[in-house]
C-alpha cells in the first residue's frame, strides 16, 4: 500500500521520527463508546495494482499497530476520487 494524500489533511506526522510522512486529517466522530465529538484521526492508503486483485480474489487487509498496546481503530473504504 501507498501511502495517500487524504483530502482536507490537517497535518502530517512522522517525518521528524524517520518515516515518510503521514498526512493526516483530524475529525471529530459519534463514537457509541465516547460519546459525540470524540477526536479522531484518518489516513489514506493507496492499494497497487497486484494487492487490488489480492483483494478481488479474497485476500484480507491487514493492519499493522507498532508496540503492544492496541488503540481503537476503525477501517472503512473512502470516497471513490472525482475525475476533476
Known amino acids: 500500500m501507498q501511502i495517500g494524500m487524504i483530502e482536507g489533511h490537517t497535518r502530517i506526522i512522522g517525518k521528524s521520527q524517520g518515516y515518510r510522512g503521514l498526512p493526516l486529517r483530524d475529525v471529530a466522530t459519534n463514537d457509541t463508546v465516547n460519546g459525540p465529538d ?3 484521526m484518518e489516513t489514506a492508503w ?7 486483485a489480492a483483494i478481488v480474489a479474497g485476500a484480507p487487509i491487514i493492519l499493522r499497530i507498532l508496540g503492544t498496546a492496541h488503540p481503537p481503530v476503525m477501517i472503512f473504504v473512502g470516497e ?4 476533476g
Open 80 to 83: 471513490v476520487p472525482s475525475d
Open 38 to 40: 470524540t477526536p479522531a
Open 46 to 52: 493507496i492499494p497497487d495494482p497486484d494487492e487490488i
